[in-house]
């Protein structure tokens, strides 16, 4: 038999779906056919507004560029071939630039059918006599996608069937491949070589403020931190537009002041990388092995309130944030544009770790960032398909985890300069109040001994009073401020916290009220009768304990809007068998976790309650996860002791236990190594943050239960 084969086919509506649909935005689009001029050695981009602000279906956008060209081969067998994979096979852009090929996909030429209805292609070769023109209707397309739908014998709405009841003759389906477009030759007898395209029938109305976006983009298409300028200038000219009158020259205006920056490189002989570390007072950079990600180069930004508006002067635009760098030009998934602030994607998850701990956290608008990456030394940082993101691997999370890492770093030295301005702010207001009090003695006992001075100094005297009066109601309402954030932080904790055990809650409940109904129906069938009262004593019975656990429930979740009650003497034994016996009792039975509390009843602590149980619900919950894929003996256990520094507790399970690698990032907001058991990586950031605001610390120290699970060292010191 002989051997037959098939051809794939698509129809025409996959241009809509690589047009439309997959790029985007009109700015995107752009700024994927700047990318693909980048591509072909071009050293100039001239892009043209024209008669753009007239209304949809008019107007043009013209895109030139200086690049090597095509000949008619090149357009119909690279340029027309959907998903090429010649600049896969040719990685590099040849002489005299040798830059790595970006637009691997071949789809990014779609961007002009988002743009508008009609192309006209012309380009030309150095080495040719002529010039490829080639017109693109889209329309067309459209029209019989359209056409062949409307005849289609899954047309149920009845005008479209009564339409195709009429016809004839139903018409075969035409696909994408067998659709003609019109080309020819023209004669050009110079040396010169070019691409441009021309887009007409515009499909969106474009304004001043969207030349300024495409402006803006554009001028993140080259990595700042390229050690050689890129010979690639691109212009833009809108004649409708004051500002753009004449060609205007895309610059990426840079970074003129920022609070803090530092940036990082990598050494491949020695496989090292760079890092920051806050060591107590300062950044300092240091070298460790390159991570799984590869090596990258990266710089960071922090911008102060008076950087910001020096930044938001310069370029009209407030400061976005990290963007990632590939060979010199911004990765897929940090070009997509996005108008809107709320629906900007948050890639890397800066403003993700902002939004939920926005006390000690920087987010986008805090920082600019650009991390460089390359194909060849980081291969596996791949651009997802949708064009949204990366490809999600170890590699990717690796990068991700690295760049979080050096934020984490900034956010110590900021929080360290925070609280080193409060103490001096302070230390500065007590001084001043002592040399005021001061001054007014000096003046009362000038009065004293000078008598005839009084009319002279009384009023001084009059005003310094005034003043210490004043001053001292400046103190309280500071010391007011400083309670009230105090209040709001630990609110905003606890309901992070809330989070993390509303399963919890919600398990208790169900649970309750599942047993109560059970037990109550049998009331509502059987009562009264005597045959059954020891029944219905025990059942009784029953339904009390049951509503206790839920009336505990209850109070557990309205103890969350007490977050600044005054300190109470807490008994760390009795809080932590209250969590482990009571609000846990059901969750552990059904687990099978044994518990171990071996705490003297002497150890009490006068703090915060609500404090105090955020940090041991959190560490009971993390170590119940710990502990789902543990087989044999689950155990969970709590130890005390005083010493001449503090109270000491160790709190341990044989779970899993943790990496030393991770031994610091653990207590990351959002780092978590649970993440298919429903983690979050919020519960320890919450003890730990729970645990430093009573002036504490907690550390993983070398498991109890040594090979595995894992200890958490909690020390609170003695008030002075």
């Known amino acids: 038999m002989a051997k037959q084969s098939l051809r ?98 071949g789809v990014g030429r ?15 070769k150095a080495s040719q006599p002529t010039q490829i023109n080639v017109e693109i209707i889209w329309d067309t397309y459209e029209e019989l996608s359209a056409q062949y739908n409307l005849f289609s014998q899954e047309a149920t709405l009845p005008t479209l069937r009564k339409k195709a009841e009429k016809a004839a003759i139903k018409p075969k389906k035409k696909y994408f491949t067998e659709i003609d477009n019109r080309y020819w030759h023209e004669v050009k007898n110079n040396d010169s070589q070019y691409t441009t395209l021309v887009i007409s029938g515009l499909r969106e109305t474009w304004t001043g403020n969207d030349i300024s976006r495409v402006y803006k983009e554009l001028s993140k298409l080259i990595s700042p931190l390229t050690e050689k300028k890129e010979d690639f200038t691109i212009n833009i000219r809108a004649k409708e537009f004051e500002e753009y009158k004449k060609y205007e020259e895309v610059k990426n205006k840079g970074i003129s002041e920022s609070s803090i ?30 991570k799984k990600m590869g090596p990258v180069e990266m710089a960071l930004y922090y911008l102060d309130t008076e950087a910001k508006r020096t930044y938001k002067n310069l370029t009209s635009s407030p400061p976005d944030g990290i963007k990632i760098y590939r060979d010199n030009l911004i990765t897929t998934p940090f070009a997509e544009f996005e108008s809107q602030d709320d629906k ?27 991390v ?15 064009r949204q993101d990366f490809v999600e691997n170890e590699e990717y999370r690796a990068l991700k985890q690295f760049i979080i890492d050096q934020v984490v770093e900034l956010e110590k030295l900021l929080k360290y300069q925070r609280e080193a301005s409060k103490q001096i702010t302070t230390t500065g207001l007590q001084s001043a109040r002592v040399e005021l009090d001061a001054f007014t003695q000096v003046v009362q006992q000038t009065i004293r001994e000078t008598p005839q001075l009084t009319q002279q100094l009384n009023p001084l005297l009059q005003v310094a009073k005034r003043v210490r009066v004043d001053f001292a109601k ?13 209040r709001q932080e630990n609110i905003f904790m606890s309901l992070m916290s809330l989070q993390e055990y ?7 409940v169900r649970t309750s009220l599942a047993r109560v109904l059970h037990l109550a129906e049998f009331f509502k069938d059987f009562f009264p009768n005597e045959e059954y ?8 019975k029953n339904i009390y304990d049951e509503m206790m656990t839920l009336d505990r429930a209850i109070e557990y979740m309205l103890s969350y809007a007490l977050a600044d009650t005054d300190k109470v003497a807490i008994d760390i034994k009795d809080t932590i068998e209250g969590l482990l016996f009571r609000n846990y009792k059901d969750i552990l039975a059904q687990k099978d976790i044994r518990t171990i509390v071996e705490i003297n009843k002497s150890v009490i602590i006068n703090t915060n309650e609500r404090v105090i149980i955020d940090i041991f619900e959190n560490l009971i919950t993390n170590s119940i996860k710990a502990l789902n894929e543990i087989k044999g003996e689950k155990i969970i256990k709590c130890s005390g002791s005083i010493d001449d520094q503090g109270v000491n507790i160790l709190f341990s399970d044989n779970g899993k236990g943790i990496d030393v690698d991770d031994y610091e990032r653990i207590f990351n907001v959002y780092y978590t190594t649970s993440a298919e058991q429903g983690g979050a990586g919020i519960g320890l950031f919450v003890a730990k943050t729970r645990v430093e605001s009573l002036k504490g610390t907690i550390n993983v120290v070398k498991p109890e239960f040594h090979p595995q699970g894992a200890t958490f060292k909690i020390t609170f010191p003695f008030n002075k």
Request: glycine share 8%; charged share 30%; aromatic share 10%.
């Open 8 to 105: 794939w086919r698509f129809d025409v509506n996959t241009f809509r779906l690589l047009g439309r649909e997959l790029i985007t935005d009109r700015v995107t689009a752009i700024f994927e056919l700047v990318k693909n001029c980048y591509d072909a050695n071009a050293t100039k981009v001239d892009i043209d507004f024209i008669d753009v602000s007239h209304g949809v279906g008019t107007g043009q956008i013209i895109i030139s560029d200086n690049g090597q060209g095509m000949t008619f081969e090149d357009v119909r067998d690279k340029w027309m071939v959907v998903g090429t994979n010649s600049k896969r096979e040719r990685t590099s852009s040849g002489s005299p630039f040798f830059r790595r090929m970006v637009g691997e996909k």
């Open 110 to 124: 779609f961007a002009v059918e988002k743009l508008g209805s009609k192309l006209l292609l012309q380009s030309k």
């Open 261 to 290: 920056n530092f940036s990082l490189k990598y050494n491949l002989e020695n496989r090292t990388q760079e890092v920051i570390k806050f060591n107590g007072e300062n950044l300092v950079v240091s070298s460790v092995p390159i």
């Open 344 to 370: 900007k994607r948050d890639v890397i998850g800066i403003d993700k770790r902002k939004h939920n701990a926005f006390f000690d956290r920087v987010g986008s608008r805090d920082l600019i960032g650009y």
């Open 372 to 386: 460089a990456i390359t194909k060849a030394q980081n291969p596996e940082i791949i651009d997802a398909t949708n």
């Open 474 to 486: 400046g103190i309280k309402a500071y010391e007011r401020l400083e309670k009230e954030k105090v």
């Open 502 to 508: 509303a399963a919890q809650i919600a398990h208790v």
């Open 533 to 540: 009262n020891d029944i219905f004593a025990t059942y009784s």
